[in-house]
């Protein structure tokens, strides 16, 4: 049932990848019963991605916040078809609100209570790189993700994703103007900053921002750009 309603409201369907995953002992005890998950990918457009050659443009920008709008609105939809067949759920926006109390915990880490990309790495649907990007099998890091809790083992198993799968290649490390990288590959027991500097990158991302968009935000997306992951084949 959870499958079908995911396939009938993800639309185009070849723009979105899904999956489920139960995670069980792996999210804190505060969301009590709502212990497996949904992971939800949105394809980005590629002609906006490459267009990232030194930093962050405008339409990146603009095209950043439409998406994540776009998938918490689907999301939204999800969770009602979900509540109707008699499944509980819990939404995680795509991103955190800075004018939220979670965000202030955030900065104090740069770590959240449930992460998009574990969730989806426990569905299978990828894994993390060596620049802390989630890449997905089918899209690379070209893509957004959102997440619902529920409160019901899912329809469908899934087979988690618990080793980095980017091998010998350094591109983002290389090309990461924060140097927030060392090349390290990431797997289930790898604590993100062994592997990559989640401050440098984010002060990084705000003096790009500030320099290129002149506004007061982190984004950055160069290693989405040149990963050769997911970039279309049949372009010239």
């Not at 984004?219 to 992951?229: A, D, E, M, Q």
Request: a positive charge; charged letters at 30%.
């Amino acid at each position: 049932m959870i499958i079908d309603i995911l396939k009938n409201n993800l639309r185009p369907i070849d723009e979105y990848i899904f999956g489920t995953a139960d995670l069980t002992g792996l999210i804190d005890e505060k969301f009590g019963e709502y212990r497996f998950g949904i992971s939800i990918g949105r394809r980005l457009d590629d002609k906006i991605i490459d267009a990232i050659v030194n930093g962050p443009t405008i339409e990146y920008y603009d095209y950043y916040n439409q998406i994540n709008k776009e998938l918490a609105e689907t999301a939204k939809i999800i969770k009602n078809k979900l509540q109707k067949i008699g499944i509980a759920s819990i939404l995680i926006e795509p991103t955190i609100s800075t004018s939220s109390k979670e965000f202030e915990k955030y900065l104090t880490t740069l770590t959240v209570d449930l992460s998009h990309k574990m969730v989806a790495t426990r569905s299978g649907l990828g894994w993390i790189g060596k620049t802390d990007l989630f890449i997905s099998k089918a899209f690379g890091p070209r893509l957004r993700l959102v997440s619902l809790l529920i409160n019901q083992k899912p329809d469908k198993d899934s087979y988690p994703i618990e080793n980095s799968r980017c091998g010998a290649c350094n591109i983002c490390v290389d090309k990461c103007p924060a140097q927030a990288a060392n090349g390290l590959l990431w797997n289930i027991k790898t604590h993100r900053d062994t592997f990559f500097n989640a401050y440098k990158c984010r002060d990084k991302c705000g003096e790009l921002a500030k320099q290129r968009l002149n506004v007061d935000k982190r984004i950055c997306g160069l290693c989405i750009s040149v990963c050769p992951i997911g970039k279309r084949k049949d372009k010239k």
